[in-house]
């Protein structure tokens, strides 16, 4: 069932979704210098290290600054680093803090503070991961100095610290830091330009985020993730509106001033709208993907996860909903097309699937008995939802017993941490996206780790890849990483980590009031924001 192409709602539906939120402090900010935005889903965890929703990441890059930032052209520069170098033999690299980092709280941001930062972060993130499995030491050599002390040379250590792929590594307290990585934490009190006003925010209605005073921007012009972040506004709200009609008609009545994921089949009704901006903020674009758990049956077996290759057709995923062609392509590379990293290895399924057939063969093979398939289905966003209905009835027409787990965003935040068999609150697969940029480094997206357990929602094991992904680490120049990521790709076609749904753009909608919005992959910003 389609989602995306609804009937309008009345305009009244926008404002009177807003007159029920809380008018408390509407009289201390004024609206003129509040930003008020619609994005992705609801801010179910606060905590950006715990988890990878985008919308957490958004929050974290709210309140958090980053020991590095890739600028508008993806390249890797200092952020709350003010100098930074490597020993002769490569294997120690020091980092000095600028002067005058605060926490919102007012405290000093210390070394020990970025040290227990890097060490939660690591343990989350499959880029961390990978560098600390060659990081002798990670230690504080004074207040504003900190050494990462490695085994072996890797190159890597500074463009990890920048990425913009979830999660980032946000710099916390070290009260904070280290607390179990496994645990969310409970405290917000950041290093980034704006501050967490929790006595504003109502959970599942509006989040809340003021200007942070103690911030000491950088001095450089804004760029991508790098540079100043000046907050050029009092105060911004992320109002949770789960219809995306309501969003639209509050965006032109001029009730909010920024809308994440319009529906594209009404992107033609916006930008004939004289108030309102359409813009793609991210080039390069998004993947979506099927993420499939090789814990327990049928997907356990190679054999029925090369059965979902047959299976899928990116063009009626991408049709479903985004229409226009031009917002989507279809795109066989595990490391995205448009990525220095795209190739067409191992390929020959793309070019036959859709077939049904075949499907049913390898799902027979793989020794299927009939057990319900738990497809986790996110209601509140239309592409997961679109693409888990279009799943089951794939599965359901190769004679799988597919059923739909149905709930918000949030809900499938949660329950895909779950690591018990499917029918004892688990899960078999569910649909998500990432950023195009991300997906072609091997590295930097938590996605393509296959180290079990240790790894990414899934959790795939592949010794190949694996010895590959640490090759393409070691690699010494762009050709010879290309090379790799050709015998990767084999490996991966065969093995069979994901399914991807293909690549499209998700332009956003803003009122033209807005000045200074940033073009960046993956995260939301609202710093450099002017509001007329």
Known sequence: MRTTRRRFVEGVLAATALSAVPRS??????????????????????????????????HGAMIYDTLFALDADMQTKPQMVAKFGVSDDKLTHTFELRDGLKFSDGAAVTAADVVASIRRWAARDGGGQHMMARVKDISKKDDK???????????????????????????????????????????????????????????????VYDRNP????????????????IVKVDRVIYENMPDSQTALQALKAAEIDFFEIPP??????????????????NKLGNSGIMRINHLYPPFNN???????????????????????????????SNFACGTPMENDENTAWFKEAPNLDKAKELFKKSGYDGRPVVVLHATNIDFMNNSAQLVAQRLQAAGINAQLASSDWGGVI???AVKAPPDQGGWNCFITWSGAASVGNPIAYVGHQANGEKGWFGWPTDDVHEKLRDKWAAAGSLDEQKKIARDMQKEDWDFVPHVWLGQFLS?????????????IPEIIPFWNIEKA
């Not at 911030?215 to 993730?225: F, W």
């Open 25 to 58: 402090g509407r009289a201390e900010v004024s609206r003129a210098r509040t930003i008020r935005a619609v994005m992705q889903g609801d801010l179910r965890s606060l905590d950006p290290i715990w988890t990878t929703a985008n919308i957490t990441a958004y």
């Open 145 to 207: 100095t900190f050494v990462v002390a490695l085994k072996e040379p890797y190159g890597l250590v500074a463009d990890l610290m920048a990425k913009t792929a979830t999660p980032l590594l946000y710099i916390m307290r070290k009260k904070e830091a280290e607390t179990d990585p496994n645990q969310q934490v409970t405290e917000f009190i950041g290093s980034g330009p704006f501050t967490y006003n929790r006595d504003e925010t109502r959970m599942g209605s509006r989040y």
């Open 214 to 229: 103690n911030y000491v921007s950088r001095s450089e012009p804004s760029s991508g993730m790098a540079g100043a972040k």
């Open 264 to 281: 594209l089949d009404l992107i033609d009704s916006l930008e004939s709208d004289p108030d309102i901006k359409v813009e793609v903020l």
């Open 302 to 332: 190679v054999d029925a996860r090369r059965a979902l290759l047959y299976l899928i057709n990116q063009e009626e995923f991408m049709k479903a909903s985004f229409g226009n062609p031009k917002y989507y392509k279809k795109c066989p």
């Open 414 to 416: 949660t329950r895909r």
């Open 507 to 519: 332009p956003v909608a803003y009122r033209k009031n807005l000045k200074g919005v940033l073009a």
